[in-house]
């Protein structure tokens, strides 16, 4: 018979604690873009951008779904990710629409990113799931587009937006790393205590560095210098 990965309680730990901060992340996040349209210049960006969250929020479902049948209660799993998921967007809470923006296209990403990198090491089931959980619902190109017209409307705004950039990378990684540490099931599978998965010190370098070069390619397509 073959082995599941889900034999290993280490793992199963690990997708149950995955699922949970990735489906938290996106209640979250449609909750921020619906907030964020309040600031929206144009009724046209509002309503852009609540088609956005719409789509948002019914990526939400199949990880509920998920959870399920993994045995736990869906809305406690991922309540155990409230706290320092919101301790992130309180920290890095946007002051205007182009603030606002740049979070949407570049502090998303980089958390996308991460699990993303996570998913590689998973089981075809939950990794298909995850990567179609994080699919771009067009995102990242209302919030390119719209903040590109903008600088290009007013250059000295682009300054400002690269500092803030840099600062949503800086949150984002600190953020992300302490999700993981605060949770011994994931730090267990990305350090290798699963025998499904693992990273070594080498490795869990070279992810953070692709997860990083690919910040840079988002503010360059901004024009933005990180």
Known sequence: MTASPYDDPIYKAAIID???????????????????????PTLEDKVALLGVASAQFAKIEPVRQR????????FAA????????????DRTAPDDWWE??????????LT?????EIAGFLDEETRTLVVST?????????????ANKGIAADPILAGRLALWGRRLMGEALIATQRVSASRDSLTGILSGESTFAGLD???LSAMFERITARHVERMSRLGLEH
Do not use: C, N
């Open 112 to 116: 996308e990113d991460f699990y993303r």
């Open 134 to 146: 994080l699919e771009d619902q067009g995102q990242a190109d209302f919030a390119l587009a719209a």
């Open 67 to 74: 959870l399920v049948a993994l045995g736990v209660d869906p």
């Open 18 to 40: 995955l699922l949970s901060a990735i489906g938290y992340g996106e209640i979250s996040a449609f909750e921020r873009m619906t907030e964020d349209a309040k600031m929206a």
């Open 78 to 89: 991922m309540g155990e990710f409230k706290d320092g998921i919101d301790e992130f967007h």
């Open 100 to 109: 606002s923006l740049i979070k949407a296209y570049v502090g998303e990403g």
């Open 201 to 203: 010190f080498a490795g």
